[in-house]
């Protein structure tokens, strides 16, 4: 037997007497709820930003005070993910990125909402390796951004600006208050759907946190609010999906990156990560996918970030597929 398959071997024989010891000890709900916070944390000077976010919104998120009597509109908007840059190519992907607009009837300004990564996607799906510190380092964070004006051409071009319904001065206050809490305590990113199968019955073990869940949460606070929306095209949005068995729990930094006896799974999850890391040449990176094809495809394994805590994912064909599918308005 090769070294890397006695070294495969250990690494299950280790997640399964892990997995049976951690489901002995704790009831595990599905999917795992994603974790809110008392407030966001100051952002580490270590993690900059290739685009500054919401450059010309407020950063904090606080959303101004609408006249009682205003009769705002609300617009569906969504547009590819960075056609700044590349025009309608992950268009053609169904790689969407979604907001909300608003119109105020009193005033006649327009306003954008939406919400996304603070150091941009890459950094929210997989962390540095830093030689200072033993365990990985997550540039990770997602906020809202509000601000004045909507960008016509931007979201209509290659993609939907649709008015979808009519709400009061006072129903947009209330739904101002959540998002300014909704903010402040869900401060993280989280780019994977993870299922146990493609089928309309599979188990999610997680869910995304992402720019299209926000949209999400916000038409439904609004129906809650006694809006009421409806589109007359089809609602779709972009979803990735990793696909594995029950993921097994490993624990959070300092159990696995600060007791000797976790250092056989430190190294194994830094390894993995490695692959993935930001900033490699196109030779690296052509290296680094055959790589990540037989960590995922050949040895069937993923570790997961959720919640500040690493999971492992026995990962199961297709393994990894973006999906374009419909999520009506509530």
Known sequence: MRRTQV????????????????????????????????????????????????????????????????????????????????????????????AIGFSS??????????????????????????????????????????????????????????????????????MARWVEDDNETGIYYETWTVLSDPSPNATVWFESYDCSQFIHRTYRKLTELGAKLSSQSQTNYTKIYLYSGEPTYLGDDSTIFGQPSMKNLAEDIKKFYYTFRPHQSYVDFAVSLMEAYE?????????????????????????????YEEVPLP
């Not at 709820?33 to 930003?49: K, L, Q, S, T």
């Not at 394994?301 to 973006?322: A, R």
Request: net charge negative; hydrophobic share 40%; proline share 7%.
């Open 7 to 98: 070294i495969l071997c250990l690494n299950f024989l280790f997640l399964n007497v892990l997995a049976y010891v951690r489901n002995v000890s704790r009831q595990q709900e599905w999917p795992v709820p994603y974790r809110r916070f008392d407030r966001r944390p100051e952002v580490d000077p270590y993690c900059e930003a290739l685009y500054p976010f919401c450059p010309t919104g407020d950063r904090d998120g606080r959303i101004p005070y609408m006249w009682e009597e205003d009769v705002i509109s609300v617009y569906r908007l969504q547009a590819p993910v960075w056609e700044f840059k590349y025009g309608d190519l992950l268009g053609k992907l169904h790689i969407m990125h979604d």
């Open 105 to 174: 009837s009193v005033t006649g300004a327009n306003f954008t909402m939406e919400w996304y990564e603070l150091f941009q996607l890459g950094n929210c799906t997989f962390p540095h390796l830093r030689h200072e510190i033993n365990a990985p380092f997550w540039c990770n964070q997602g906020a809202a951004c509000f601000f004045e004006g909507i960008d016509d051409i931007h979201w209509s071009q290659n993609g939907t600006l649709e008015k979808v319904g009519v709400i009061t001065g006072n129903q947009f206050n209330d």
């Open 295 to 323: 960590k995922v495809v050949v040895d069937k394994s993923f570790y997961l970030y959720y919640n500040f805590e690493y999971w492992h994912l026995p990962m199961k064909p297709p393994y990894v597929q973006v999906t």
